[in-house]
């Protein structure tokens, strides 16, 4: 069975940091271009970062430019999201994907709150 796991969501003041973390299982991890794409309320579903299979080609919305960073572990099947300098407008649910020519998979979320 094919799955994305989300973890490390949580509540934290402006400007803390967080890191989200995707553990996959049931596919080749290594053969899948992963992301991070967030959600706010009554918001459309957003790409926030990208890395490619071999971890070789990067990309950032520009919200997040400089704050966030995204890594990625073959050997753990895991992919992270550092998330510096957080923003009450960072706010969101934020979602792993797994993407492989037309095959694209979905974690569940785990929610982010920046609040004081």
């Known amino acids: 069975q094919v799955q994305l796991v989300e973890s490390g969501g949580g509540l934290v003041q402006p400007g803390g940091s967080l890191r989200l973390s995707c553990a996959a299982s049931?596919?080749?991890?290594?053969?899948?271009?992963m992301s991070w794409y967030r959600q706010a309320p009554g918001k459309e579903r957003e790409l926030v970062a990208g890395?490619?299979?071999?971890?070789?080609?990067?990309r950032y919305a520009d919200f997040v430019k400089g704050r966030f960073a995204i890594s990625r572990d073959n050997a753990k099947n895991t992919v992270y999201l550092q998330m510096n300098s957080l923003k009450a407008e960072d706010t969101a649910v934020y979602f792993c994907?797994?993407?492989?020519?037309?095959?694209?998979?979905w974690g569940q979320g785990t929610q982010v709150t920046v609040s004081s």
């Open positions: 994907t797994a993407a492989r020519g037309a095959t694209r998979i």
């Open positions: 049931g596919l080749i991890f290594s053969t899948y271009g």
């Open positions: 890395i490619s299979s071999d971890g070789s080609q990067i």
